[in-house]
Nanobody, 116 residues
């Protein structure tokens, strides 16, 4: 059974930092490209950051470039998202995604709220 379990969400003040983690099981993790998506209330889900299967390349949404960093540990089957200089507009449910075409899996999400 495939499981992607996110953790690390919570309430943070503007300018603060959070680190999200996603623990994967039931897949050969090193085969999968991993991504973080987010969905704010009333908005569509959007790609935040992605990393290739071996971690050789990353990609970021323009809105988070320079503030967020995605990384992975294939030995631990983990992908992380370090979020710095958080803004209120970063408030959303953040989802972990694993993709190895045609396979595509999602976690249940973790809520990040940026508010004073």
């Amino acid at each position: 059974q495939v499981q992607l379990v996110e953790s690390g969400g919570g309430l943070v003040q503007p300018g603060g930092s959070l680190r999200l983690s996603c623990a994967a099981s039931g897949i050969t993790f090193s085969r999968y490209a991993m991504s973080w998506f987010r969905q704010a209330p009333g908005k569509e889900r959007e790609l935040v950051a992605s990393i290739t299967s071996v971690g050789s390349s990353t990609n970021y949404a323009d809105s988070v470039k320079g503030r967020f960093t995605i990384s992975r540990d294939n030995a631990e089957n983990m992908v992380s998202l370090q979020m710095n200089s958080l803004k209120p507009e970063d408030t959303a449910v953040y989802y972990c995604n694993a993709r190895w075409v045609p396979l595509n899996y999602w976690g249940k999400g973790t809520l990040v709220t940026v508010s004073s």
